[in-house]
């Protein structure tokens, strides 16, 4: 239980998948101008990235690796994560029309957001058992959320009392707000220890 | 030989290219790709191995994708793709491992993330389902080395600041302290914010808000 416990804070706060791995940045600066948007497109990863995991280490320990052909396994996630992206898109559509509609286009890029495919690679990576994938998958997606929320409240302050050069604007300066908080979060270190 | 090479110049394939390598340079101006980007830059050997290996990635699904663009239905497309791009990534990860187990060691699951490199499926999509397999091909290639001079070009400042050495030779005057900083993310967040900003000045790209 314990250990669970020290995955999750891992997960979230030393070793965050966006702030420490640097992953899934691309929806993390498009998505980074607005809280509201953020906020759902966290919620969405954490569904998806947990999903996947929970469905990636069956197959990948019962049937990929008895069958010896590991080798396949990029290909067999991607598939995995690409139909539940599709199967999240659907269920969005019926119930929750008005958040499918502030995502525009970038629901159905969560298939190429990095998160959800390294959570699965480093869940091969470090031999998690099954409910550890888990609770490291759930834990990862929340870390996530946590970044790119702090990042786009930020921004979002900023964008109206700063005047930001010209070259800077947008990506830019996300890149910089997101460059501190790193930082501040490198302040968690040494406070769990995971292989 | 200089009519040649004005031939060349002036051929389609090559502008195709020289787009690719800074008009549409998929790092600054589209901004794609970004998380390997940051994720390996901290050697340049790292950056090096990532550049090839995307630029390969890029050209060989170019190819596929090319050559099988009148048979891939619509609605399929995305998946098809994915699949195309996953069997040449496990191609680069197999070659590493063989050859440069050092290095696969050290960017270790990121090179699976070459799958997820908006990069590839953007090309893919936006270039290669609609063009000859020669200009597809050109493209990836423009494309690839535009991707890989930037990751250099940052590597080169976060491994000569944060090691001392480029390429593991020593660069830096003896007295100098490692700014570790620069070898952890919040040094590759600066890096290439800083960049974005001097090349985003000079080309004249203005985000849209």
Do not use: K
């Given at each position: 239980m314990g250990n669970l416990l020290t995955i999750f804070i891992a997960a979230v706060f030393?070793?965050?998948?966006?702030?420490?791995?640097?992953?899934?940045m691309c929806p993390f600066i498009a998505l980074s101008k607005s809280f509201k948007t953020a906020f759902g497109m966290g919620i969405a990863v954490i569904f998806v990235v947990t999903l996947t995991a929970a469905i990636n280490w069956p197959i990948y320990h019962l049937i990929l690796v008895p069958a010896g052909c590991e080798l396949i396994y990029y290909i067999v996630f991607i598939i995995v994560i690409a139909a539940s992206v599709q199967l999240v898109e659907m269920i969005m559509e019926k119930f929750f029309v008005v958040l499918q509609a502030s995502f525009g286009i970038f629901l159905p890029l969560i298939t190429v957001n990095c998160t959800v495919l390294a959570v699965s690679l480093f869940m091969v990576l470090r031999s998690y058992s099954y409910l550890a994938t888990i609770v490291f998958a759930f834990g990862s997606a929340v870390g996530w959320m946590l970044a790119i929320l702090i990042v786009a409240a930020i921004n979002e302050k900023l964008r109206l009392v700063s005047d930001i050069p010209k070259g800077l604007r947008g990506p830019g300066i996300i890149m910089i707000i997101a460059g501190i908080i790193a930082l501040a979060f490198l302040g968690f270190g040494g406070m769990v220890r995971i292989q | 030989m200089a009519k040649n090479i004005k031939k060349l110049l002036r051929a389609k394939g090559f502008k195709v290219m020289m787009i690719g390598l800074w008009r549409d340079n998929p790092v600054f101006c589209m901004l794609l790709g970004i998380c390997s980007g940051l994720a390996v830059t901290n050697k340049v050997e790292n950056a090096i191995a990532m550049g090839a290996g995307v630029t390969f990635v890029l050209i060989f699904t170019a190819l596929t994708i090319s050559a099988l663009r009148n048979f891939i239905p619509a609605r399929v497309r995305i998946i098809t793709y994915m699949i195309a791009i996953a069997s040449f990534v496990i191609i680069v990860d197999r070659f590493l491992q063989a050859f440069y187990p050092v290095i696969r060691e050290a960017i270790g699951p990121y090179v699976g993330l070459i799958i997820t490199n908006c990069i590839i499926m953007g090309r893919a999509e936006a270039f290669a389902s609609k063009n000859k397999i020669t200009h597809s091909m050109m493209d990836g290639l423009g494309v690839g080395l535009g991707y890989s001079y930037t990751l250099v070009i940052i590597a080169i400042v976060r491994e000569s600041l944060g090691f001392g050495t480029i390429l593991g030779f020593?660069?830096?005057?003896?007295g100098w302290t490692n700014w570790v900083m620069m070898a952890m993310a919040p040094g590759a967040f600066f890096v290439l914010s800083i960049y974005l900003w001097i090349t985003r000045t000079i080309a004249g790209v203005e985000s849209k808000e």
């Open positions: 030393t070793h965050n998948i966006a702030l420490t791995y640097l992953l899934g | 020593r660069v830096m005057p003896d």
